[in-house]
């Protein structure tokens, strides 16, 4: 039996659960999520937990298992916390600044990079050299947040560029200079 499969989901207060066949729509706060999951898998409301149920052992369906449930999780804490990405501009002369609807990011090219914000996505940019992006799809808010950094990747020989704040560069030496043969 999957571990994580076979755990219920709590319902918090304030978040409304509605499942119609393989459909599951979740209502809170931070908005509503709706999501089509696989037909094999069985999501009921039960008082105030979720359970997520499989028909056989096949691999496939063990695999969906988990998937599925935890899936569902993201949807509820998604509605209720949200999820958010932080992001750190480092190189000299690249910023970052929020207008109206937009990011403008000056990364060193001849043109200045131009953002928009997506439907169910906010960014923010509390500094000059960081981003921070959140929403209550965890999906949509790592793929932006993946775009975002895209515009910039963090080279390794300097380490500037677009990176997660977590995240660690492996630097490189450059090149030998004088006394290197030939």
């Keep these: 039996m999957s571990r994580i499969g076979r755990k219920p989901i709590n319902i918090p207060a304030g978040v409304e659960?509605?499942?119609d066949g393989n459909v599951v729509t979740v209502k809170g706060p931070k908005g509503t999520l709706t999501q089509q999951f696989h037909p094999n898998m069985t999501v009921q409301v039960e008082?105030?937990?979720?359970?997520?149920?499989?028909?056989?052992?096949?691999?496939e369906n063990r695999s969906l298992h988990g998937l599925t449930r935890t899936l569902v999780h993201n949807m509820v804490v998604g509605v209720t916390e949200g999820f958010k990405k932080e992001l750190?501009?480092?190189g000299v002369g690249?910023?970052?600044q929020k207008q109206g609807k937009e990011m403008i990011m000056t990364l060193g090219y001849s043109h200045p990079v131009v953002v928009k914000e997506?439907?169910?996505?906010?960014?923010?940019?509390?500094?000059?050299?960081?981003?921070i992006i959140?929403?209550?799809?965890?999906?949509?808010?790592g793929q932006f947040a993946a775009e975002v950094r895209e515009k910039r990747p963090?080279?390794?020989?300097?380490?500037?560029?677009?990176?997660?704040?977590d995240e660690v560069v492996r630097r490189k030496e450059g090149k030998?200079?004088?006394?290197?043969?030939k």
């Design 17 to 19: 659960v509605q499942v």
């Design 47 to 59: 008082g105030g937990e979720i359970t997520v149920t499989r028909p056989n052992d096949e691999k």
């Design 88 to 90: 750190d501009v480092l």
């Design 94 to 96: 690249y910023r970052v």
């Design 118 to 131: 997506v439907e169910g996505i906010t960014i923010e940019c509390p500094t000059p050299n960081k981003i």
């Design 134 to 141: 959140s929403g209550a799809d965890k999906q949509q808010v």
């Design 154 to 165: 963090p080279e390794p020989y300097k380490g500037k560029g677009v990176r997660y704040t």
């Design 176 to 181: 030998a200079g004088k006394g290197a043969k």
